[in-house]
């Protein structure tokens, strides 16, 4: 790489000693060896955005489908949302106190309210696709195996948060999550010398559950690049193929 550098170095400094004088066969050589060494791939710019348009497509709806299904959270330790700190401080005092059907309820309730919540995710991850320029997808095809899912956090991460939050309110309300915190907090109050403070329960699981939405992203990325399997069209085995 360094030796092509050179010559290309070298060349670009005869051009300007001789201008003119260059004959157009050597012009023609510089340009294909400059488009070689700007794109050693061998990808065109449409290639390159269009693999990784599709890899995205590939990898959020691998993603959603995985976190939205039944137990898509709550089986996972990877992303299970577990219990808010407060609570876990107090979790052998509760059950202790009989409150152990409750606990247990209310982490599952977190969970199942983000599997509910994840399948609105999909169309703001598609909306950051379509804005995905030539730059962007050459930097994430040279960036690391986490690079597509650090583009879509920087696109969808403010977006995702103003959608999910009153969705995930919503479906905690619907789940039960509420009123199971609820009853453990007022269990938590009238322990002595219990860790209390003010909780915001929608951030919480907003939060926890686009955690862990990014996380399972970042892993169906990951596949894409390193599992030749995983690329299931023809373009994406190019472009990745030429990493």
Do not use: C
């Given at each position: ?13 005869f051009v ?87 606990i247990n ?139």
């Amino acid at each position: 790489m360094k030796s092509r550098a050179l010559i290309l170095i070298i060349s670009l400094m005869f051009v300007v000693s001789y201008g003119r004088q260059v004959d157009a066969g050597f012009q023609d050589w510089l340009k294909e060896t400059t488009k070689k060494l700007g794109g050693e791939k061998g990808l065109s710019e449409d290639e390159i955005v269009n693999g990784l348009k599709q890899a995205l497509e590939v990898g959020t709806n691998n993603a959603v489908s995985t976190v939205s299904q039944t137990d898509g959270y709550f089986k996972n330790p990877k992303i299970r949302i577990p219990l808010p700190e407060n609570v876990m401080k107090a979790e052998k005092l509760l059950r202790a106190s009989g409150f152990g059907d409750q606990i247990n309820e209310f982490e599952l309730s977190m969970n199942r309210a983000a599997e509910r919540a994840a399948p609105e995710a999909k169309s703001i991850f598609l909306d950051a696709v379509k804005q995905m320029s030539f730059t962007d997808a050459r930097q994430i095809l040279d960036g690391p195996d986490d690079a597509a899912t650090q583009y879509f956090q920087g696109k969808t991460s403010g977006r995702l948060q103003e959608i999910f939050k009153p969705i995930t309110h919503q479906a905690m309300s619907e789940v039960g999550v509420t009123n199971s915190y609820q009853s453990i907090d007022d269990k938590i109050k009238t322990i002595p010398f219990a860790d209390r403070m003010s909780f915001d329960l929608d951030q919480y699981v907003t939060d926890k559950a686009l955690n862990g939405l990014y996380l399972m992203l970042a892993e169906e990325e990951k596949k894409i690049r390193q599992d030749p399997a995983a690329r299931v069209t023809n373009l994406l085995k190019k472009v990745f193929a030429s990493e």
